[in-house]
């Protein structure tokens, strides 16, 4: 017998939508579309709604240790269940910074019993900790950011040398490289000079990142992960020129993915010029000609990962930013907004459903290495399930949010197209605006 039946549904799976029920046994799905057998403890009638692969998310910011005044495991994950995300990857800016196995296991003993989705862990990688990628690597982290800038140090990665020698060490371990385009140097001068000039707005700090940073960046860290061999992930890709870029190095592409923020395709300079430092991000926003860039690249496959890189701050903290956009930390809250701002694009025309979904669970699943187990809806999978209501029209509101923070950039905007219920592993987790599942019943995933 089966722990749960899901009748009545329009079941989203890679070879198209399926009318039908979903069947349920220890965490895994038994049956897409026709079932048999001797029925179901439990069954579910979703009224024909869809019923589509929990999203994973590669790129969030749980905060935990070291500032849980911004957000923590629990709430973190709460949030993505309510965003319909089943599987989240966080990110090591933690305090101590995750960069070495004992860090690691730090961070695992200290958000142990606290997470409702699963998850998994990165270590962050330094000049000085390069033995420390073996080592993670077999207490089963897979994913290794390789930042320039991380806590209050630099991590030696902006020496081009020490960055090749990272990246094999990376290939070495059959690791996922996660890189930013982004030249440091550039970003930094040009920052600099912004404030030793006086300006401070929030469109003062959407110029400190100038495009051909992001593209340079981008461009010279593409040749040298195909060189050493290493699979490589992009992330925060936010200019025209970044698109074109890796559109001209498609060559170099092989082993290569890159990723896209909901942010930088829903947010632009004209649409947040009221929000000041709630719009302020580290990889700043952008205009609405590079939004369109991205729709295009999404829709096109030039970028093929959509993640949120949630990454709240207290709103005290964001506050300080008003006068002088400098004194607030960058980074926004994303993972609840993420999937009813997608569908809304969706009912829009600008996204097909399926190119969604590919985006959000089935390409992360496999860039990371978790697919079939997550991302899909086939029989043997994890029953990691987003129940969504199509049809169904809701207003963004800070104070509705399950994270740790109730402000959002997104105040206010109208979405056709919410999860309403996600389930983890079969487990159902959130219901019509509740949190229903149980702190710890999301596991951490090694590989
Ligand atoms: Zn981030």
């Given at each position: 017998m089966d722990?749960?039946?899901?009748?009545?549904?329009?079941?989203?799976?890679?070879?198209?939508?399926?009318?039908?029920?979903?069947?349920?046994?220890?965490?895994?799905?038994?049956?897409?579309?026709?079932?048999?057998?001797?029925?179901?403890?439990?069954?579910?009638?979703?009224?024909?709604?869809?019923?589509?692969?929990?999203?994973?998310?590669?790129?969030?910011?749980?905060?935990?240790?070291g500032f849980t005044q911004k957000e923590d495991f629990?709430?973190?994950?709460?949030?993505?269940?309510?965003?319909?995300?089943?599987?989240?990857v966080d990110e090591p800016n933690n305090s101590p910074v995750t960069n070495s196995h004992e860090t690691i296991e730090g961070k695992r003993w200290i958000i142990e019993g606290k997470a409702y989705v699963d998850y998994m862990l990165q270590m962050a990688v330094y000049a000085d900790g390069l033995d420390e990628i073996k080592k993670a690597r077999e207490a089963g982290i897979i994913a290794f950011p390789v930042f320039d800038e991380l806590g209050d140090r630099p991590t030696g990665m902006e020496n081009t040398g020490v960055l090749y020698e990272a990246l094999k060490r990376i290939k070495e371990v059959d690791g996922l490289a996660l890189l930013n385009c982004r030249e440091s140097d550039l970003v930094?001068?040009?920052m600099n000079g912004l404030k030793e000039s006086g300006r401070n707005t929030l469109a003062d700090y959407m110029d400190h990142f100038p495009h051909v940073a992001e593209s340079l960046g981008g461009a010279k860290r593409i040749l040298l992960a195909h060189d050493a061999g290493v699979r490589a992930h992009f992330r925060e890709v936010s200019t025209t020129e970044t698109v074109q870029m890796i559109k001209l190095m498609k060559g170099y592409m092989g082993k290569i993915t890159a990723e896209v923020r909901p942010d930088h395709l829903f947010l632009n300079y004209d649409n947040t010029k009221n929000l000041g430092p709630y719009a302020q991000q580290w990889t700043p926003l952008r205009t609405k000609a590079d939004s369109d860039a991205l729709w295009e690249a999404l829709n096109d496959g030039t970028v093929n990962v959509i993640a949120s890189d949630h990454a709240t701050h207290a709103e005290e903290e964001k506050k300080r930013g008003a006068d002088n956009i400098w004194k607030s930390p960058p980074g926004l809250p994303a993972i609840e907004s993420m999937l009813s701002l997608l569908l809304t694009a969706v009912n829009e025309g600008r996204l097909g459903l399926e190119r969604l979904f590919e985006c959000a669970s089935t390409n992360p699943a496999k860039v990371i290495g978790l697919?079939?187990?997550?991302?899909?809806i086939k029989v043997g999978s994890d029953a990691d399930l987003?129940?969504?209501?199509?049809?169904?029209?809701?207003?963004?509101?800070?104070?509705?949010?399950?994270?740790?923070?109730?402000?959002?950039?997104?105040?206010?905007?109208?979405?056709?197209?919410v999860p309403v219920a996600t389930y983890v592993r079969g487990i159902e987790t959130y219901v019509d605006g509740e949190i229903v599942g149980e702190p710890g019943q999301g596991r951490f995933l090694g590989l």
């Open positions: 722990d749960l039946i899901f009748t009545n549904a329009s079941i989203l799976t890679e070879n198209g939508i399926i009318k039908g029920s979903l069947a349920v046994k220890d965490g895994k799905i038994t049956a897409v579309g026709q079932v048999s057998g001797q029925g179901a403890k439990r069954t579910v009638n979703v009224g024909g709604k869809l019923i589509a692969p929990g999203l994973v998310d590669l790129h969030v910011h749980f905060r935990e240790p629990l709430t973190g994950t709460r949030a993505a269940a309510a965003g319909g995300v089943t599987t989240v930094n001068k040009t697919y079939p187990r997550k991302g899909t987003v129940v969504i209501d199509r049809e169904k029209e809701s207003v963004i509101r800070g104070e509705n949010a399950k994270t740790k923070t109730h402000w959002t950039p997104y105040e206010g905007w109208e979405v056709k197209g």
